[in-house]
């Protein structure tokens, strides 16, 4: 194939870490590579002028037949799962280290005397706790210094710390308490074991709170010393630690299962982890798939491990099944382990499930993209809506309000089925008044036409989510720049036909309302023209809902001051620092507001009114008044006295 084609065929790979295999004609793994990147990196191979000299890159063009991908949540993940698929691969065009020597980890046995962290490479189930595995011996090791100098545990091995006489320069130094020959408080010890634990799993929010805590404890006994050691601490797991997610503390086998449908076809993708690492990840096309998902898992698993001796230990599934029991009792008939069947919700195991979904969806579309299917799905489009174009590039828009304020558009683009963010806009509502959801969507295809005749920049086919009403909006933005050769479609959802609680389930298709044409068509609800403009019209809406809601939570926060007449930025800033929050300001009387630096009474007077309406301000003449008429039951000596200040 030539290297053009290969351009053309690798175009939709995703933007995101990944690994790629390079297949021959007999199906063999002949290149595993990975990237930051996958899209830019696999195509660099097959553009004209590349930098990439290796004499194999040149015979890719006879060579190659396939091209596999996996998306991963980081590079590092892509690095670790691209050193395994080459262990098991063994690909001719790749460089094959023979040694069998295994990442380093970091060991820490919290049932040890005075427990330590170590470097391993090998890790056991010994009950300890492994951390890792780390891509690079480097930053294993920069971990570690970070944990020997601000988390002070001992260093030294067992057979030094039951033998030493005398403490040493590490304890000189100040980054070891010296167990071995002084004596040590062990709850305080143990507690910088518990804080290392937690900087080694990743936990950055608990042990931030716990250190800065401390730093809080210590500075308001004015230890300050003590201080600014936790402050030290905090700073340096705020800057180093980072949690890794291609391996996971507990060395059990596992597999974990995803799951992506579009209508009657279902991609299953595997994640296999053994000894704590991604060994491998796999995907599986099905097509004509009528069983819904639960289904497809149970059947998915029985096929899969129903002649396997050593099944894993765990196999993690996306959503819960009642079978799961006993699925497990049948799949781990053959196995001298007990075989589990669980949906995790949160931690590792989520995502790891994640990451198979994720695949899953990923492999789905490039099977699509491999066979044909969406040229096909668009080409039939064009014909079943009688487009002018085929649509490779949809853009869709929806609007979205609660009342008649915060009125906002949304702008999604899809090209060849896949979503261009990039291509992602936001408009605020500007010149429609009212709740007036024609008027809006009227505004909105005003000034996107307007920008992309400028930019000349225009899509095939421009979808609207609702009826006839939005459909004939955009239409007058249309007829009002004299726009021709795109064209318009709305696409209505379905609504519930029944008139009475007994037939209320019977629902109308969607439709698919086009210009000039009175009656909509209506696609097969399983057909996969459908799902694709169902799809792009569900995340024009979910981009709208994300933009209002935001917009929501920044009307909330809002300060109350801000509304406040004669209530700027310098006092505003000036009332939060004298005064600590706004619940304090509240409260606070107006003799207290007029003492924070910069306020006036007559200042101070209008934001306690503000704050309270509807209550009486005091002013500064009725509390003189109240001063003189509490003080007119005292002898006149005694009001001068009181007037003047004397006692």
Excluded at 33 to 45: C, H, I
Excluded at 314 to 333: H, K, M, R
Aim: charged share 30%.
């Amino acid at each position: 194939m030539a290297r053009t084609d290969w351009l053309d065929r690798t175009r939709d790979l995703p933007n995101q870490p990944g690994v790629y295999l390079m297949r021959d004609g007999a199906g063999d793994v002949i290149y595993v590579g990975k990237a930051k990147l996958l899209r830019n990196r696999v195509r660099s191979y097959f553009q004209e002028g590349t930098s990439d000299y290796r004499a194999f890159v040149r015979l890719l063009g006879d060579l190659l037949d396939d091209i596999e991908t996996i998306v991963t949540r980081s590079e590092k993940e892509a690095l670790l799962l691209e050193r395994e698929l080459i262990r098991r691969h063994e690909p001719r065009f790749n460089v094959i280290w023979r040694d069998d020597k295994q990442y380093l980890m970091l060991r820490v046995d919290p049932s040890a005397e005075w427990p330590w962290v170590q470097v391993v490479r090998n890790p056991k189930d010994d009950g300890a706790k492994y951390f890792g595995p780390f891509h690079s011996a480097s930053a294993a090791r920069q971990t570690l210094r970070v944990v020997n100098r601000h988390f002070q545990l001992r260093t030294c091995r067992d057979s030094v710390l039951y033998h030493r006489k005398r403490p040493c320069l590490e304890y000189q130094i100040g980054r070891c308490p010296a167990p071995c020959c002084l004596s040590v408080d062990r709850e305080e010890y143990q507690r910088s074991v518990d804080d290392v634990l937690l900087f080694l799993a990743g936990d950055s929010k608990e042990l931030s709170r716990r250190l800065e805590h401390r730093m809080w404890e210590a500075a308001e006994r004015e230890d300050f010393e003590v201080a600014a050691h936790y402050r030290d601490q905090l700073r340096a797991v705020n800057k180093t630690l980072e949690k890794q997610q291609v391996a996971f503390r507990r060395l059990v086998d596992q597999d974990a299962i995803g799951v992506y449908r579009e209508g009657l076809g279902v991609c299953v993708a595997v994640v296999e982890v053994r000894g704590g690492r991604v060994r491998n990840v796999s995907s599986q096309m099905f097509d004509g798939i009528t069983e819904n998902d639960a289904e497809v898992v149970e059947s998915f698993l029985l096929q899969r491990y129903a002649s396997r001796t050593s099944p894993p230990r765990e196999i993690l599934v996306p959503f819960d099944l009642e079978t799961a029991e006993a699925l497990a009792e049948l799949i781990g008939e053959g196995s001298s382990e007990r075989v589990q069947v669980v949906h995790p919700r949160r931690g590792d195991k989520a995502a790891l499930v994640e990451m198979a979904v994720e695949n899953a969806g990923h492999g789905f579309q490039e099977h699509r993209s491999k066979t044909g299917a969406m040229e096909r799905t668009l080409e039939s489009l064009k014909e079943q809506l009688g487009l002018s174009n085929v649509p490779e590039r949809i853009e869709c828009y929806d609007i979205s309000n609660l009342g008649p304020h915060l009125m906002v558009g949304s702008q999604v683009r899809f090209e060849r089925g896949q979503p261009a963010k990039a291509k992602y806009r936001h408009y605020r509502i500007k010149e429609a008044n009212g709740q007036n959801d024609f008027a809006s969507m009227q505004e909105v295809m005003f000034r996107r036409l307007r920008r992309g005749l400028q930019d000349g920049d225009l899509p095939d086919l421009i979808l609207i989510d609702g009826g006839k009403g939005q459909l004939h909006a955009a239409r007058s933005a249309f007829d009002e720049l004299e726009v021709r050769g795109i064209d318009l479609a709305s696409l209505a959802k379905s609504r519930v036909r029944g008139l009475n609680e007994e037939d209320a389930t019977l629902r109308s298709p969607e439709r698919v309302f086009r210009p000039g044409r009175s009656e909509p068509v209506v696609l097969d609800p399983s057909s996969p023209e459908l799902l694709l403009l169902a799809q792009i019209r569900d995340e024009a809406h979910r981009f709208a809902i994300t933009f209002h809601k935001e917009l929501r939570r920044r009307a909330r926060t809002r300060s109350s001051l801000e509304d406040v007449p004669g209530i700027g930025p310098k006092r505003r800033r000036a009332l939060l620092r004298h005064l600590g929050s706004l619940r304090r300001i509240r409260e606070a009387s107006v003799d207290a507001l007029s003492e924070v630096p910069g306020m006036s009474r007559r200042a101070a007077e209008q934001l306690y009114a503000a704050l309270h309406p509807g209550a009486t301000v005091p002013s500064e003449r009725a509390d003189n008044e109240t001063q003189l008429s509490d003080s007119s039951r005292d002898s006149p000596t005694e009001l001068v006295d009181s007037l003047s200040g004397k006692t």
